[in-house]
Structure formats: structure tokens, C-alpha cells
């Protein structure tokens, strides 16, 4: 590994890990789009600060495109509490227009610089360890992790201290209210912490990648876990490893290491969703599955119970009228019939069924039930 | 002596449409009382604006004298309880520690006492074994029960429940209406969302009854009565016999 293929992988990393964890509250919170809202609307802000300060590496440059980002926030919500649009539609009408703004402004007064659409969508990753940040002729790593680390930090930090008050506030704004938290101040602080870090990883990433990093993680650790603290750490887990993995993808195909990135999010999604211990599909069907041999199983002992030493027994406690009167397929009743002798709750002979002891019992109790 | 509840003049407005229109309330100290009047009568709505979560038009409410917001510590507050994300990540212990989030204030974190009294707490409401349960595997009584625990744990002089009873069975009814007589009965208020006409008269004993603005307040033995009913939900009145009506 060359240290470029290294200053890469720890800059995708932190910007990863960066996005995710305010990404869990966007997601616990039902505004995820904001995201998406967010670190498109950041670039007019972006695109002006350049125009006063005509340098890339300002920090005026981020400050100026997080307001961008909280005023983006502040438009959609104003324009969703009139009621004449709702929210879905509000921020499908604030962020493009935001966003195409500062489209217009690059190509019609920055052309020659070294600021273009495509770096904006899909950020520049691959050119991200030549920056470097220099002091007094010392390198000291690329320029990118010393805007995302900062970042990073700033993110651990503020969820650190006001974890218990973002917790209250994401699961009950009523009651964060009545206790006096301002859950109006803290949802504009997450938002802030959002934009700041579309804005720091928007360099990194492009503005379409930063949901990906923000979203598919924390969504897919939401379905490994039912703690807060535990989604916090898997979300940022989750987005280190897509990263990396996103990078090693993109040097396999040679393609573009963001757009890698941002499908390893999605995968990793896709595989959780599926294989997931307890909500994934798999582990839903398999739960469903054994649902309904439980039941066939009840079935099966409480129908035998109920003939037992009646003149009918000959005839009703036979594998073949199963099908019939239970409406059962062949397969079915043979699936059920050996599950039920397997668990100990009935006795086969040839056709002839009759009921264990265990059985007898169990049928009563599930009558009960 | 103040009142525990003192509500004046209080108008609360969505646009031009009165949803609350000068409402007056004096609730004097230790009385469990219900709010009751047809949908819409802005019963949820008078709740909050007592709390300062909606915007009021005019009027003020203070609590043992003071506005609400010198008196938080004093007020404990049970929402609907299909107010919140039940799919939210996290334990019923959790979520009973968070009645204890405004005495901690800002920055602090709940500890070992903040973790014995919530676990008090829902002992309270027979719930103890379930603390570390996820909150999305809970019954709607038990959620009931939870945000219940919630409210004990403030250990607050004034409680305000929005449909406490919503969805929740028999069993869990009568465990809640035991556990607010209880505090009743410790001296504490209690302002309840109420539906059931029919439990009114056992459950409590006093009544609000209120259809936008106030149409009768005090002691369930003098203002619940079939004449303030009818002019409550407007002739009609609805899952109620004539028997458990007190007669003018």
C-alpha cells in the first residue's frame, strides 16, 4: 500500500464515520432527506465565499456553506408550517433550487478555477492526498483530514455531552418541552452539525455521496440493534467499513472511489436487510416458518385429542384424513405429522396416529390459551 | 394557600378558528380531576397550552401561584401515548429514567440513584421485570404503564395525563386508576384526559367539562350532571346512562 492508497483510506474513514453519527438522528428523527436537502443547498454558500475570499482552502468557505445548510433547514420548515406544501414537497422545492443557484454561479463566473461540477457531485477522493497541509514548510497530512478530523471530533463531542437531551428530544419532543430543553434549539444545533459536516465531506465526497455516508449506515445498524449507544457505534462502524471497502472496490474496477463508497453503503444495507439476526428477511421467514409448524402442530394433537376414544378415532386419527379435514397438502401434513412425532407429542404406526402422554397435555394447554 | 392550577383568561388560536376561547380554572390542591368534552373540544389542547407547548393567544396559567416555567420541577406531564416512536431504540428503564431528565438539567448524566428510582417506579406499576425490554415489544397497556412510571418518578405535586386509559385493558385501567387515587389521595393534583362518561363519577372526583370554552368546573357531585352534558356535546350525549349521571 503506498502512503497516497493510505492518506485515501483514512480520509474516506473519518469522513465516514463523520457523517454517520449525526446521521442516526436523521434517521430517528424521520428527516433523512434533509440530508440530502442540506448538502446540495450548501453550494452557493460554498460558490460565494470562494467569489470574497478567492481562495479553496478558507475556512470562511465552510462557514458560510453550513449557514447555507441551517438556512436551507429554516426555508423548508417555514415553508411546510404554512400548510399550503408539505414537507416532502418543501424540500424537493428549497434545496434544488439552492443547489442550482450555485450550479449557475460556477459556470458562469468560475469556470477557470478549479471548482466543477463533478467535484461537487461526486467529490475528488482520488486528488485528496496531493493536498496537503503545510506549515512552515512541514507536511502534516493531507489537507482533507485536517478539515474532516476536526469534524469528526466536533461530532463525538457535541453527541457526548447532549446525548441525554438528543435522546429526550428525538423520542419525545413533547416532553423535552415540558422539562424545559428547548428541543427546537438542540434540532437547529443537529442541523448545524449536519451542515458542517456535508460541508467537510462535500470536498471529500460530492454532495450525493455525503447521504449515502449520512443514511445507509445508521438505517442499516437501526435493524441490528435496539440501543442508541450501539446504533451509534455500529452506524460509525458500518461507514468506516463501506469505505474502505468502497476503496479497494474502486481500485479492483479502476473507477470512481466515492461512487464505490456510497455502493458499499448501500450493499452493506442490502445484506443486513436480508441477513439480519432478528428483523432481516430471512430470520422473519424462518420465524413465520416455524410459526405456522407450531400451529399445525397444535392442530395436529388437539384434532387427535378431541377424537380420542370416540367411535370416530378409527377413521379422523389417520395421516390420509388429515388432508382432508384439516385441509392440509400431502407434503404439509407429512411435514407436520413428523415434526409432532419428532417433539415427542404424538405416535405413529403406519397410518394410525395416537397421542403421547406430553401430547396429550400439550393440546389441553394450547386449548387453554 | 395558592391554588395548585390557576388558569385565567386563556385563548388558544389556529388562525382565526378559536380552539380554546377564554378559559378560567382554579383547581385547588390534591383533587383528581377529568377533562372530558366531544373531539375537538381542545382537551389535549388546553393540556398543552398549560405547559407552554402551544402558543396562546391571551391568558396565562401558573402553577402553585408561579408561571409553569419557574415551576417545572413541580409538574409532571404524561403525553398521548401515541405521541412517540415506540420503534425508538431503546429499554423501558431508559425511557422511566427520562421523567428524572429535568431535575438532572442540562449536560448531566442519569446515574446509580437516577437507575434505583426508576426501577421503583416501575415496581409501582408492576412493571419491574420488563426494564431492559426494548419499548417496541411492549403492549399498548404496558406502554401505558411506562409513561405512567415515567410521571411517579418526577415525584412531582401536579400531574397532567393526556388519555391515560387510551388502549389500554381492564386490568391496566384499574391499576391506573388505583395508582392516581393513591396520589390523590398523598395530596397531589391530577388533570386527566378522560373519554369513559360512564367512569367519571367513580373514577374521580372532580370534572371539567369543556366543548372550546369551559362549560362547568368542580366537584364531580355538583357539575356532572345531565343538564351540563347536553350543553357539552350539544344534545346528544354519547356511552352514557341516565343512572350514572347525577340528576340536577
Known sequence: MTPAQLDIQLIAAVTAAACALPGVFLVLRRVSLMSDAISHAILPGLVLAFFVTE???????????????????????????????????????????????????????????????????????????????EVGGVDLGPQALWVMGPILVLNLVFLAVFFKELKLSTFDAGLA??????????????????????????????????????????????????????????????????????????????????????????????????????????????????????????????????????????????????????RWSPDFARLAVDAAVRDGYVLRDADRLSLTEPGRAWAQESMVD | ???????????????????????????????????????????????KAMLGLVDVAAGQTLIYGEPYARQRSLVAYVPQRGSVDWDFPTSVLDVVMMGLYGRLGWVKRPGKKERAAALEALDKVGMQDL????????????????????????????????????????????????????????????????????????????????????LAVGPVAEVFTEENLRLTYGGRIPFVQAASVNEP
Open chain 2, 1 to 47: 394557600m395558592p391554588n395548585a392550577i390557576d388558569v385565567t383568561d386563556l385563548t388558544v388560536a389556529y388562525r382565526d378558528t378559536p380552539v380554546l376561547w377564554d378559559i378560567d380554572l382554579a383547581v385547588p390542591e390534591g383533587v383528581l380531576m377529568a377533562i372530558v368534552g366531544p373531539n375537538g373540544a381542545g382537551k389535549t389542547t388546553l393540556i
Open chain 1, 177 to 326: 418541552a415540558a422539562l424545559g430543553f428547548a428541543p427546537g434549539a438542540l434540532h437547529y444545533a443537529l442541523m448545524t452539525l449536519v451542515s458542517v459536516t456535508a460541508v467537510g465531506a462535500f470536498d471529500a465526497v460530492g454532495s450525493i455521496l455525503v447521504v449515502a455516508l449520512m443514511i445507509a449506515p445508521p438505517a442499516t445498524a437501526y435493524l441490528l440493534t435496539d440501543r442508541l449507544t450501539t446504533m451509534l457505534g455500529l452506524s460509525a462502524g458500518i461507514g468506516v467499513l463501506s469505505a474502505i471497502a468502497g476503496y479497494w472496490t474502486a481500485n479492483l474496477f479502476d473507477t470512481s472511489i466515492a461512487g464505490a463508497m456510497a455502493t458499499m453503503a448501500g450493499v452493506a444495507f442490502a445484506l443486513t436487510f436480508a441477513f439480519a439476526p432478528e428483523r432481516g428477511l430471512v430470520a422473519q421467514a424462518q420465524r413465520r416458518r416455524s410459526q405456522r409448524r407450531t400451529f399445525a402442530e397444535k392442530m395436529l394433537t388437539v384434532h387427535l385429542l378431541h377424537h380420542e376414544n370416540t367411535p370416530q378415532e378409527e377413521r379422523e386419527c389417520r395421516v390420509p384424513h388429515l388432508q382432508e379435514h384439516l
Open chain 1, 55 to 133: 481562495n479553496l482552502a478558507s475556512p470562511l468557505l465552510i462557514v458560510a456553506a453550513a449557514a447555507t445548510g441551517v438556512l436551507t433547514v429554516v426555508l423548508i420548515e417555514a415553508l411546510s408550517r404554512t400548510e399550503r406544501v408539505k414537507e416532502d414537497a418543501a424540500i424537493g422545492i428549497v434545496f434544488p433550487i439552492l443547489f442550482s443557484v450555485g450550479v449557475i454561479l460556477i459556470a458562469r463566473f468560475a469556470s477557470g478555477v478549479h471548482l466543477d461540477v463533478d467535484a461537487v457531485l461526486l467529490g475528488e477522493l482520488a486528488f485528496a492526498p496531493f493536498n496537503r497541509f
Open chain 2, 131 to 214: 426494564a431492559d425490554r426494548q419499548i417496541s415489544q411492549l403492549s399498548g397497556g404496558q406502554q401505558q404503564r411506562v409513561f405512567l412510571a415515567r410521571a411517579l418518578v418526577q415525584d412531582a405535586q401536579v400531574y397532567f395525563m393526556d388519555e391515560p386509559f387510551q388502549g389500554v385493558d381492564a386490568t391496566t385501567e384499574r391499576a391506573i386508576v388505583t395508582l392516581l387515587q393513591e396520589l390523590r389521595q398523598a395530596g397531589k393534583t391530577l388533570v386527566v384526559v378522560h373519554h369513559d362518561l360512564q367512569t367519571v363519577p367513580e373514577y374521580f372526583d372532580w370534572v371539567l367539562l369543556l366543548n372550546v370554552r369551559r
